[in-house]
């Protein structure tokens, strides 16, 4: 699997997150977290509630630039936009592991 597929999975989480669709946000998580994701203060848990405070406050997520890229790894960054467009503190990165049906979030930042 490439890298540009772990960028739109990537993607797809942060949009996912931003328009509240949980479902579709946790099929870009790790299987392991998805497992656990209805679990009161889980990982998974305590992603969903800090990436949605984000989003309810108008942030967006864009691409910045791939970081690491391992067999099975790779760390991305994405800038955090406010409601008017403008790149709120620095980059946050995301963390990717390839799975057996594809990239999935590792560890997200917000």
Do not use: C, N
Not at 25 to 54: K, N, Q
Request: net charge neutral; aromatic share 12%; glycine share 6%.
């Amino acid at each position: 699997m490439s890298v540009e597929e772990a960028v739109r999975v990537a993607e797809a989480h942060y949009r996912a997150i931003v328009e509240g669709d949980r479902e579709a946000w946790l099929r870009t998580l790790a299987l392991v977290y998805r497992e656990r994701a209805d679990v009161r203060g889980s990982s998974a848990d305590f992603w969903w509630r800090a990436g949605r405070r984000m989003a309810e406050k108008g942030v967006t997520y864009v691409f910045d630039r791939v970081d690491r890229v391992e067999e099975d790894y790779v760390k991305l960054f994405f800038r955090r936009l406010d409601a008017d467009g403008r790149q709120l503190g620095m980059p946050v990165p995301i963390h990717l592991r390839l799975e057996k049906d594809g990239w999935r979030v590792e560890q997200p930042s917000y």
